[in-house]
């Protein structure tokens, strides 16, 4: 019970390893060698200390495989290292870790990559475009990171409070409106930006050029649908710039 | 741009590449922050600002999820930026269609060199396996510091490459461009631009966020020709 109301241990050092959990990011281990490194100082408290069998067999169960979203992963940090604490078996602490990955990764995915991060960058380029300058920076960066942040923070202290019990963190009803909510406000946000940001780069110019960069956008975000996925955007685009690079330095037209 | 400027961008290039996985993943690697950084660099940050503000319509189409490889912009944006406020070619329409096609090269070869630098990290995890498996904690230590050197190595080498190449082909750009000034920049409007449309798409085009991002299309396109 007093493990239960007690807080992090070495909650700055954690959180701090917590920004690097994907230094060591490889094909075999994934983030599991940063799970590791990200749970250390909290595994320092096992009897016997650095030199004890406790604090060197869960060191090594904790860097074996691990992936999720990095910004989630905390939780799963918090909640294994706190189940070594309680002395939970190894394979149930195995089976926590592995339970973990999935559900960690798609939310994180939702959540973040294709919701905050997109809505964040959207408002960025609209108050570019309409002259906030540095500041669509500054607001993008702290938007973005207030989000960002506070999920580490609260994913680790919730994994430590919880242990093995963590699945219940997961559906904390905050976090589930927020993944519901993210979604239609970046979509609608994204959307809102891109003819913003068209008008940006092309105000002031003759309606043909305006005209002929409107139908071009268009007509590549098709090609690339029909061509999706065996070309990216990316790849287009280049083509597309190719191109025109060829025809503007070998004719005057 | 000075060696000095050229050295400085190189550094910011690399904390830039570091942030995508790395550390500490709070988006200095987006060009529109990337950019800003790169002209800041060069004492022009809002130069610097406009190509990024452009190459973050590209970055949409990136989802940096887990083992996917996919392009690194922040290097590629960090020089772009340095480039276009030093005025190397970066301010005039030509100029900016080469750097923007050799930033597409480097964001490119950033992700396959991501790839590389994992399959490197992967032998690391091979040689200290041993120590790994006993809860050695100085193993662990060491295979986070070499996966961030060599991230950092990763980073350097792309803004270098960004940097040079630039620099080279914006010129040849400036001086050998025959065509109307405007044919590039729309150009450049058009593909990122279309390459937004097409990630937005990808991202909200179904279930509850399409009606969403057809609503924001339709509003913002509102705003656009009023604009206009």
Not at chain 1, 16 to 31: C, D, P, S, T, V
Not at chain 1, 38 to 46: N, V, Y
Not at chain 1, 148 to 154: A, E, K, N, Q, T
Not at chain 1, 193 to 205: K, N, T, V, Y
Request: include cysteine; proline fraction near 5%.
């Amino acid at each position: 019970m007093a493990v239960a109301a007690s807080p992090v241990p070495a909650f700055g050092a954690v959180l701090f390893r917590l920004f690097a959990i994907q230094a060591g990011w490889n094909y075999e281990r994934m983030m599991g060698v940063g799970f590791g490194y990200a749970a250390e100082p909290m595994l320092r408290g096992l009897p016997g200390g650095r030199a004890g069998d406790r604090y060197r067999e869960a060191l090594a169960r904790e860097s074996r495989f691990f992936n999720a979203h990095p910004y989630l992963a905390g939780l799963a940090v918090g909640a294994a290292a706190r189940a070594e604490v309680d002395g939970e078996s190894p394979e149930k602490i195995e089976r926590l870790r592995a339970a973990l990955c999935g559900p960690l990764g798609s939310l994180g995915d939702r959540l973040i990559w294709a919701g905050w991060l997109p809505a964040c960058a959207a408002i960025a380029l609209m108050l570019v475009a309409f002259g906030a300058r540095a500041w669509a920076v500054v607001v993008f960066l702290v938007l973005y990171n207030l989000v960002h942040v506070w999920l580490r923070i609260w994913g680790l202290r919730a994994g430590w409070r919880e242990g093995l019990h963590v699945a219940g963190a997961l559906a904390a009803q905050g976090l589930r409106r927020g993944s519901e909510t993210v979604g239609p406000l970046a979509g609608l946000l994204v959307g809102a930006a891109l003819p913003i940001a068209f008008a940006w780069q092309l105000r002031g110019e003759p309606w043909e050029a305006v005209g002929a960069g409107a139908g071009g956008a268009i007509v590549l975000a098709g090609v690339v649908r029909l061509a999706a996925p065996r070309a990216n955007g990316m790849a287009l685009a280049a083509l597309l710039l190719g191109a025109t690079s060829v025809c503007g330095l070998l004719w005057p037209w | 741009m000075s060696p000095l400027e050229a050295g400085a961008a190189v550094a910011v290039g690399t904390l830039v590449g570091l942030d995508l996985v790395s550390v500490p993943q709070m988006m200095f690697s987006r060009p529109i922050v990337a950019g800003l950084l790169g002209g800041a660099v060069v004492g022009q940050p809002l130069a610097g600002l406009a190509v990024g503000a452009l190459l973050e319509l590209f970055a949409m189409e990136t989802l940096p999820v887990g083992a996917v490889r996919y392009p690194d912009w922040g290097p590629g944006s960090v020089a772009a930026g340095a480039l276009a406020g030093a005025e190397a070619g970066g301010r005039s329409p030509a100029g900016l269609l080469a750097v923007v096609l050799v930033v597409l090269g480097t964001a490119w070869l950033g992700g396959w060199l991501m790839h590389v630098m994992r399959r490197a990290n992967v032998a690391s995890v091979a040689a200290w396996r041993v120590a790994l498996d006993a809860g050695d904690a100085r193993a662990v230590r060491r295979i986070q510091l070499e996966g961030l050197a060599r991230d950092a190595g990763r980073a350097a080498v792309l803004t270098v490459l960004t940097l040079a190449a630039g620099q080279v082909l914006a010129g040849a750009f400036v001086s050998g461009w025959q065509a109307g000034e405007l044919i590039a920049r729309v150009a450049v409007v058009a593909a990122t631009v279309g390459v937004g449309i097409w990630s937005g798409w990808r991202l909200f085009g179904q279930g509850a966020p399409a009606q969403w991002f057809v609503t924001g299309l339709g509003a913002g396109a509102l705003v656009a020709v009023l604009w206009l």
